[in-house]
């Protein structure tokens, strides 16, 4: 049996939604937080509802599902320093209560969502004057290192577009640093960038020489990447793609070589060097190691996709004229060795972790 249920009021109406949510009614979080603001904003109900409706259509311009919860937690994260997905509804309670700081919080929150929808986005307007950092973007994107979203959001947000670039590609090296080094989702790396998201929002950190000295506390140093670079494994193939062009440009000089000059893998592909499938042609790897070295990035190289059709499973001597013939250096030079056993690929990989440091300079 359905059960009328009147309000004197639409804030009253939010407010006895949230009560019945207490009791049991099923509801999202954001359904929670959306109902709290509702429910106190009084007579700034339709200020504040307009400014919900635009904070959730620039969320929407995100080919990524409902990111409501995950956008509410990073904008307050820069107001507050680190807050989990279950504190959101907490913190926003300790924020707004009156009719006026609702109304003033919802107003932000629709302003950064804007600036939250462009650092999903390469060909966003925001980047027009900002060629370097549309790069960035599109290598945050890449690699989506979540803890970062606050402190990207908020450089977008807060910082000087003179002190933009540099200090976007100050942000790539720190993040290819960090997932080589396996830190991605320890709790310090998190707290420690978003305790340097919250102290650019409050104007702490200006430059990027304040932003490299802030995150240099918890960043791998040279010495830790150089180390964990070379001993690397990647599973994700546009990942270990990345890794590969980024080290083949630095590796014939070209400036800033992190940014994604192509990624088209019908034209470059991939290569293990030992295969994933040996089909018998690898007797000198056991299968523990084939197992252990085959996605190390030693083992790793860029064809094109018209030299690496036939390739497949053969052995090294049938790969070696091919890789001798190859247009990019870093595969070129692994014909240069006489064998391809575990100790190559280690050789290779510490000669690339090397490169790395150049690559993701910090």
């Not at 009021?9 to 009560?19: C, I, K, L, N, Q």
């Not at 107003?107 to 060909?123: D, E, H, P, R, V």
């Not at 402190?151 to 577009?161: R, S």
Request: hydrophobic share 35%; with cysteine; proline share 3%.
């Amino acid at each position: 049996m359905a059960v009328g249920l009147e309000a004197p009021s639409e804030a009253d109406a939010y407010r006895m939604f949230e009560t019945l949510n207490d009791r049991g009614l099923r509801t999202t979080q954001a359904d929670l937080v959306k109902n709290y603001l509702f429910g106190r904003a009084d007579d700034r109900i339709n200020e504040v509802k307009h400014s919900w409706s635009e904070m959730q259509g620039a969320l929407e311009t995100i080919e990524d599902g409902d990111l409501t919860i995950q956008f509410l937690r990073h904008a307050l994260t820069l107001r507050r320093g680190l807050v989990r997905e279950k504190e959101v509804h907490d913190v926003i309670q300790g924020i707004a209560k009156s009719p006026q700081t609702v109304a003033t919080l919802a107003s932000q929150l629709s302003k950064t969502a804007a600036t939250y929808a462009a650092i999903y986005n390469t060909g966003h307007e925001r980047w027009n004057n900002l060629i370097e950092t549309r790069k960035a973007v599109n290598v945050f994107n890449l690699v989506d290192v979540k803890p970062m979203r606050p402190l990207i959001l908020v450089i977008a947000e807060k910082m000087l577009d003179k002190e933009m670039n540099q200090t976007m590609s100050l942000c790539v090296s720190a993040m290819v640093r960090v997932v080589i080094a396996g830190k991605t989702r320890t709790g310090s790396v998190e707290k420690g960038f978003a305790d340097v998201a919250k102290n650019i929002y409050s104007g702490t950190i200006k430059t990027a020489s304040d932003l490299r000295e802030e995150l240099s506390g918890f960043i791998p140093s040279n010495t830790e990447f150089s180390q964990s670079f070379a001993i690397a494994r990647v599973s994700n193939a546009k990942l270990a793609r990345y890794y590969l062009r980024s080290l083949e440009l630095a590796a014939v000089s070209v400036d800033q070589p992190w940014h994604i000059p192509n990624d088209n893998s019908d034209e470059i592909n991939l290569e293990h060097v030992l295969p994933e499938r040996t089909e018998g042609n690898w007797p000198q790897f056991s299968e523990d190691e084939r197992r252990q070295y085959c996605k190390r990035i030693g083992n790793l190289c860029l064809l094109r996709s018209r030299d690496n059709s036939t390739l497949k499973s053969s052995p090294y001597r049938d790969k070696k004229p091919v890789y001798n013939n190859s247009e990019y250096k870093l595969t070129n030079q692994i014909a240069k060795m006489d064998e391809w056993t575990t100790s190559a690929i280690e050789e290779r990989q510490r000669e690339l972790s090397n490169l790395a440091l150049q690559t993701w300079r910090f």
